[in-house]
C-alpha cells in the first residue's frame, strides 16, 4: 500500500494514514479506514518521506516502534503488522542536523539501505530504459514497430538527467507523442537535450570519451562552418547536402553557437 507524501496536503495526510472516527471533524460522517490500517499483514511504502510534517513524524514513530495507532478522534488503539518501506530523493543525515526530519525516526526506518545512484552514473541503464518506456508507451498509443535512430540513444546517453527517470520517461513519450514516424530521431527530442548533452563529457577528466567528445565537437563546428560557407547560409540547402532533418541542423547550429545568417552573401547597391 503506497502513500506520496508530498503530494497528499498537510492537513488531510493523518488522516489519509491513520484514517478517522464518525464526527472527528466536519464532514466526517462515517468512519474511514487510513491506509496503513488497510495494509495490515501486507507492505507500506511511504514515498518521499521527507517531506512528512515533523508533528506526522512523531505519530508514525510510534506506529513503526508499537505497531499500533488511534484513528483521528479515537480512543481504541488498533494494532497493524506491516512491512515498512520508505524511498526519499534528499538526504535524510543532512535533513536531520537541520532539525527538518526526526533524528529517532530516521535511525527508526534506517535498518536496511540501498542507495540508487542518479541516471547520469548509471549510464548503462538508460539504452534499456529507453526501450521499456518505448514499448509500453508506443502501445498505449497504439503505434506498433517503433525503432530508434543510434545517434538518438548516444545523445541520450550523453545527457546529465537532471530530473532522472522521470525526466527520460518524459522525454521518451513527448517524442512518441509528437511523431507519426516509425523511426525516433534526434528531431524528437526537446531542444535542451539535445544541445546539452555535449556538455556531460566536460567533468569527465581526459579520458577516452572526454578526448573522442571533444574531437566530434570540433569535427561537428568546423564541417558545419564549410557546410554553409558552401551553401552561402542557405539552411535548406545545407540540410539537403548534409543528408540531415533541418530541425536537426538548426539543432547543432544553436549548440556550436553558428549563426547562418552570417554566412550569406552581402550585395550593396550603389
Known sequence: MPVDCGAIPENLLEGELLGHERGAFTGAFTRSL??????DGGSFFFDEIA?????LQAKCLRVLQERKFRRVGGKKEISVNVRVLAATNRDLATEVRERRFREDLYYRINVARIELPPLRERVEDIPLLVERFVAKYSQEMGKSGIELEPELLEVLCRYSWPGNIRE???VVKRALAMTDKKVLTLNDLP???VVRSG???????QGFFHLRAQRMTAFEKEYLVDLLTGCQGDVSKAAGEARLPRGTLYRLLKKHGIVPESFRSQVFSI
Open 34 to 39: 487510513g491506509l496503513l490500517e488497510m495494509a
Open 51 to 55: 517531506e512528512l510534517p515533523l508533528q
Open 168 to 170: 527520460l520517461q518524459n
Open 191 to 193: 531542444d535542451e537535450v
Open 199 to 205: 556538455d556531460q563529457g566536460a567533468a569527465e577528466g
